[in-house]
């Protein structure tokens, strides 16, 4: 069983900035891939950003230049840097991971982007 547990969120101005973390309870050194995703009130879930093991990224192209996705292995942890948030950036933000050939999320932070 593994925990990601996400942290971070919250209420910020458009321009603004926030800092997520995903932290997992199992090491992440190997895991392929670490996504995160959001989804927004009645809309699906979509990939914000992901990276893989060797730090490759790949992003949504409505947070490219604006998103960045980072990784610490020491700390097990995921991050997502956001700058010149808008308020379409709004909605709950997940990360995931695959141990063992199974896919775990986090229960999610909330992003609010509004004056």
């Given at each position: 069983?593994?925990?990601?547990?996400?942290?971070?969120?919250?209420?910020?101005?458009?321009?603004?900035?926030?800092?997520?973390?995903?932290?997992?309870?199992?090491?992440?050194?190997?895991?392929?891939?670490?996504?995160?995703?959001?989804?927004?009130?009645?809309?699906?879930?979509?990939?914000?950003?992901?990276?893989?093991?060797?730090?490759?990224s790949d992003y949504a192209d409505s947070v490219k230049g604006r998103?960045?996705?980072?990784?610490?292995?020491?700390?097990?942890?995921?991050?997502?840097?956001?700058?010149?948030?808008?308020?379409?950036?709004?909605?709950?933000?997940?990360?995931?991971?695959?141990?063992?050939?199974?896919?775990?999320?986090?229960?999610g932070t909330q992003v609010t982007v509004s004056s």
């Open positions: 069983q593994v925990q990601l547990v996400e942290s971070g969120g919250g209420l910020v101005q458009p321009g603004g900035s926030l800092r997520l973390s995903c932290a997992a309870s199992r090491s992440i050194f190997g895991i392929y891939y670490m996504g995160w995703y959001r989804q927004a009130p009645g809309k699906q879930r979509e990939l914000v950003a992901g990276i893989t093991v060797g730090g490759s998103f960045s996705i980072s990784r610490d292995n020491a700390k097990n942890t995921v991050f997502l840097q956001m700058n010149s948030l808008k308020p379409e950036d709004t909605a709950v933000y997940y990360c995931n991971g695959q141990w063992g050939g199974r896919v775990y999320w986090g229960q």
